[in-house]
């Protein structure tokens, strides 16, 4: 047949990873598969013209379609060999889903904990290492593997679908409907090569798991919980700002709003306020919620955004949303229903500070939503994320005319033919990427990953970190974070702007930390880097503390003494 020999002569082409070459010739028409596969492998992609019009006039006489994402389940041979047990752990929050599942994993013999957050790969790690259970963290930006270690706390993104487990877990699985990275989900949940699968997450995944999963030949099992403390909505909105009590948590969407709060609520001399948003660096997110969750500290109130939405374990007593309306990049709209439920559902965790919880606005108006949405269930999910791999788009990068990674994966995502239980992920933020990045005289392969790295191109400072690095990477080969950064010149903020840019600061290091691990030779100052991270968060946190609050107080670490500042942020001009 056309299309295995085909197979075969892709198979034993010099640039395509193992995993591709393997699936080459696994029998199946959807091939090529894993979308984040390519990432741990090292990868020659200098395939020759030659080979690529022999390509094009292969695929062209086999009439094999690089764009039928229609079969993804036959991409995960590994996972395809078992037959998987899968427990899909659903029910309200704080039902005691996750709890559940990190009990399995514990008691196996090897596992994985896939979360959608750091934080919670963070969390995992702790536990099962405390419970001497030896469990390596793998992140973007960070690995920390232990001698021995049979068990992984990894970002979901990370998850290895070449590994063999006895156990693993996908935490808040609903997230597979997630626009940008349901298609991660998707593919732990495809890919994962488990004795048992546990899945924790919302009801309303359930429907769409079992479709998607009619076709594995796992077994899957559908376990129901129910909350463990209560959960009021108030009648009353919070009134006065002097009703504002130890344990309650305000909850608003912009960072300007945020620290608005935060003055005015220590302005009124009762109570000092933590702060958790979205970028902040995640190490003083959890700092941040440390201080909130402890007794002995003056910090009793939290003031956040729906980044405490999931993972964090914090002691709120009571939910107060400031608004039910968000900007969500294009407009402002209503939260949804699950959002509502996922942020309310933080108040009163079982086995806190506070055994039930509460929740309530400022807006009267805002109220009967709340009740509501609080009532309804979450709508049931239709669709998953899909992504072809870098693999795939390499092939059909031969067929293409163009060599701009932008008009690849445009004329790509617009061919893809896909089953109706998946929509192909928005990418917008990677063409964004790609349209800054195309003109320079870069592999596919480099531009593919500086096109999936953790860039904010909405964050100008970011967005400049990136093409700097990817220009120098261009020019030289190899970037010394020296040459655009400048060591020991970091220092205290002290106006809102400076503390934003300080956020940007982190966010550029932490991009080189990530680079770092997929191009160490080219990137190889990531300790340099990941001091410097760490650097940033304790100055934003020494800021945090300063604000709005004169009382000196004693620390055991003062980022501030840790260096003499200079500019505001290291980076030079072009940053
Ligand atoms: N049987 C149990 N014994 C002791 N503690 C428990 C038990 N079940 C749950 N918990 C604790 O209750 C809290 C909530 O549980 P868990 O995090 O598993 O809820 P969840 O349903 O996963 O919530 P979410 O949807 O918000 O992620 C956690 O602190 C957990 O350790
Ligand atoms: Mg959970």
Redesign the pocket.
């Given at each position: 047949m056309a299309s295995s020999i085909l197979r075969r002569n892709l198979a034993s082409v010099r640039g395509l990873s193992r995993s591709t070459q393997s699936l080459l010739l696994f029998p199946s028409p959807g091939l090529l598969a894993d979308p984040l596969a390519c990432l741990g492998l090292n990868l020659d992609f200098t395939c020759g013209v030659n080979y690529g019009r022999r390509l094009a006039s292969s695929c062209t006489s086999a009439k094999l379609d690089l764009t039928d994402l229609t079969r993804p389940h036959s991409w995960y041979p590994n996972a395809r060999r078992k037959k998987r047990k899968v427990y899909v752990h659903v029910?309200?929050?704080?039902?005691?889903?996750?709890?559940?599942a990190l009990k399995q994993l514990e008691s196996s013999a090897s596992g994985v904990y896939c979360g959608p957050l750091r934080l919670l790969a963070w969390e995992v790690a702790k536990r099962l290492n405390k419970a001497n259970i030896l469990c390596d963290l793998i992140t973007g930006q960070e690995r920390e593997e232990l001698d021995g270690a049979h068990h992984k706390a990894v970002t979901v993104e990370m998850a290895d679908v070449m590994c063999e487990y006895q156990c693993a877990v996908i935490d808040?699985i609903q997230m597979i409907g997630c626009k940008t990275r349901g298609f991660s989900f998707t593919r732990a949940l495809l890919g994962i090569s488990a004795d048992e699968l546990h899945l924790?997450g919302d009801p309303a995944a359930v429907p769409l798991i079992e479709e998607i999963l009619k076709v594995t030949g796992d077994i899957i099992k559908v376990q129901h919980?129910e909350r463990?403390s209560p959960l009021t909505p108030l009648n009353v909105p919070l009134g006065s700002f002097s009703n504002i009590d130890r344990g309650d948590c305000i909850v608003t969407f912009s960072r300007q709003e945020i620290y608005k709060l935060k003055r005015k609520i220590e302005s009124g001399g009762n109570h000092l306020c933590s702060v958790v948003y979205g970028s902040l660096p995640p190490e003083t997110r959890t700092r941040q919620a440390t201080m909130f969750n402890d007794e002995s500290s003056e910090f009793d109130v939290l003031v956040a955004s729906d980044a405490i939405g999931?993972g964090l374990?914090l002691n709120i007593s009571r939910i107060i949303f400031s608004t039910l309306k968000k900007f969500d990049g294009v407009s402002i709209r209503d939260l949804t229903v699950p959002e509502i439920k996922q942020i309310a559902?933080r108040a009163g965790?079982?086995?806190?500070k506070f055994s039930s919880g509460e929740v309530t606005c400022i807006d009267p108006e805002d109220l009967p939503l709340l009740h509501s949405s609080l009532q309804s269930p979450s709508p049931v999910l239709e669709r998953a994320g899909l992504f072809p791999t870098y693999d795939l788009l390499l092939l059909y990068s031969r067929l293409q005319s163009t060599t701009g990674f932008q008009s690849i994966l445009e004329n790509f995502l617009e061919q893809a033919k896909l089953s109706p239980h998946y929509f192909i992920a928005d990418c917008e933020a990677m063409l964004k990427v790609a349209g800054v990045i195309d003109e320079l005289p870069l592999t596919l392969q480099d531009k593919y990953l500086f096109c999936i790295s953790p860039v904010d191109m909405d964050d100008d400072i970011s967005a400049q970190g990136l093409i700097q690095f990817a220009e120098t990477f261009a020019k030289k080969g190899i970037v010394r974070l020296k040459e655009i950064f400048t060591p020991g010149t970091l220092q205290v903020p002290k106006t809102q702007n400076a503390l934003k840019e300080l956020e940007s600061v982190h966010k550029v290091l932490d991009l080189y930390v990530w680079l770092s691990f997929r191009m160490e030779e080219s990137f190889p100052d990531r300790e340099l880097a990941s001091s410097q991270r760490a650097i940033c968060s304790l100055l934003i946190e020494e800021f945090l503390e300063r604000l709005g609050w004169q009382k000196p107080r004693p620390r055991k670490l003062s980022a501030h003494s840790l260096m003499k500042s200079i500019p505001a942020s290291g980076f030079r001009e072009h940053l």
């Open positions: 029910g309200p929050t704080n039902s005691g889903k996750t709890y559940h808040e924790c919980y463990l999931m374990n559902g965790r079982y086995g806190s």
